[in-house]
């Protein structure tokens, strides 16, 4: 990402950028699109008068947020017009991966087809099991703290103004985790060390969607929220956005 290229303020309606994993796009029944109303990306623009630009993936973590950033043309051409820039990774991070994330992903590479799919098969019979061990994780805390305040540095470098928020990771009750979500405590303990050094405020996903989650009220896959999950995080996002200096009071109300 060129600093050439970026202006220091961008005119007209601003934009809401959410680099983000699922938890930002899957509802009650599955994956949604980026435009779907009910999503708390498009609650908390629409709530503001934004624009919403959301670039995510299943299972990403603040590495591919960071690779997201420099790498991808839509996230380039939204920076310039963007109001605040929302990092809504680090779940995925705190989650048991017994298969090393790398060797995960090239399952998807694996040839023929019919080889994929019994690799694929016993992978995802092992994993439940393997999980409750609790580690390791996907990423180390140490190692996502490092992405993303690579992230936090070069957007600063481009638009020092800009707000940023991150996340604290959500709560789960999967199967295809155990159950299991000992990173948790660690990962939070490093972001929130994180956040005091760079200033960059964090939004609680576990503290907003805990009841959602736990009630069994939310997806039926345990990880993903229901309705009342994502207007829970759109509040508290708004929260967080109203007490940030780079933004007008006026254009941020409190709650829903």
């Known amino acids: 990402m060129s600093s ?11 934009t809401l950028l959410v680099i983000a994993d699922s ?5 009650p029944r599955g994956g949604l699109s ?8 498009n609650l908390v623009a629409a709530e503001l008068g934004w624009d919403v630009e959301l670039v995510g993936r299943i ?10 950033l420099i790498g991808d043309p839509r996230v380039w051409a939204s920076v310039p017009r963007a109001g605040a820039v929302i990092f809504a990774t680090a ?13 995960r992903e090239l399952i998807r590479y694996v040839r023929p087809p019919a080889l994929r799919r019994r690799v694929r098969d016993a992978y995802n019979a092992a994993q439940p099991h393997l999980a409750k061990l609790g580690r390791p994780v996907a990423l180390p805390p140490r190692v996502s703290v490092d992405y993303l305040e690579q992230a936090r540095e070069a957007l600063a470098g ?3 103004e800009l707000p940023m928020i991150g996340v604290l990771p959500s709560v789960h009750v999967c199967e295809a985790y155990g159950k299991v979500h000992t990173g948790r405590e660690p ?17 609680d996903l576990g ?16 990880i993903h929220w229901g309705w009342a999950g994502h207007a829970a995080v759109a509040e508290s996002m708004l929260k967080v956005l109203a007490a940030q200096p780079g933004l007008a009071a006026e254009s941020v109300r409190e709650g829903r």
């Open 4 to 14: 050439e290229s970026v202006p220091s303020a961008a005119a007209g309606r601003p």
């Open 23 to 27: 938890l930002a796009y899957f509802g």
């Open 34 to 41: 980026a435009d779907h109303p009910r999503i708390w990306p």
């Open 59 to 68: 299972g990403w973590t603040c590495r591919d947020a960071y690779w997201a």
């Open 91 to 103: 779940g995925m991070d705190s989650l048991p991966s017994p298969l090393p994330t790398a060797l």
């Open 158 to 160: 481009l638009r020092p």
């Open 187 to 203: 990962m939070v303990r490093a972001l929130t060390e994180w956040s005091a050094r760079s200033g960059v405020p964090l939004v």
């Open 207 to 222: 503290a907003a969607v805990r009841e959602n989650v736990f009630s069994g009220a939310g997806n039926p896959d345990g």
